[in-house]
């Protein structure tokens, strides 16, 4: 089984993927690392700011398309992966898999971001928002239709911890075997 964690920046997905590796006992990779890995480990803003957000979608689109591929694998996707069009495709037609929608108010991840200022500081800027809560927003708003499209199952973590979203995808596994 291919679990595939999709949603908005900290939403939990890299947390609960390596939970949930960790408890299926399988490899777990996160997207973003895979692409960093790419680009000698430099972090997405030194990318983006280097190479440019094309290089760097590219990139990531061929990493989504080669894990799709994967059995027996728990991948977390970066926040706009699914907005890639041949990356989308990818996740909609992975086989044997499940595609988890870690769904956060716009409140909650601001309030995440915010007490995450390293990680807040390697990512670049998505919008000219006057305020982080602004950006999430509008992103969001432009991203969740897609992320719902996608999803086999959508979590609100608002207030699960994490292994509370991986008793419950956990459960939905074994529904589907």
């Known amino acids: 089984m291919l679990i595939i ?40 803003a030194e990318i983006w700011d280097t190479d440019g957000e094309p290089a760097y979608r590219a990139v990531e689109v061929q990493v989504m398309q080669q894990l799709a591929r994967e059995t027996d694998h728990v991948v977390a996707l970066g ?26 108010d716009a409140q909650t991840l601001t309030d995440r971001l915010d007490a995450d200022t390293a990680n807040r500081a390697q990512r670049p800027a998505l919008t000219n928002a006057a305020s982080l809560f602004d950006e999430i927003t509008t992103t969001l708003a432009d991203r969740e239709p897609t992320y ?3 999803a086999d199952l959508t979590l609100d973590i608002t207030q699960l911890a994490p292994e509370e979203a991986a008793d419950q995808i956990l459960t939905k596994l074994g529904s589907n075997r």
């Open 148 to 150: 719902r499209r996608l």
């Open 79 to 104: 926040g706009g992966t699914p907005m890639q069009p041949a990356a989308a495709t990818a996740i909609a037609d992975a086989p044997n898999a499940l595609r988890v929608y870690l769904h956060a």
């Open 5 to 44: 964690l999709l949603g908005y920046r900290a939403s939990g997905k890299s947390t609960l993927g390596r939970l949930l590796a960790y408890r299926l006992n399988l490899p777990f990779t996160d997207v973003d690392d895979a692409i960093r890995a790419r680009f000698d480990n430099r972090t997405v």
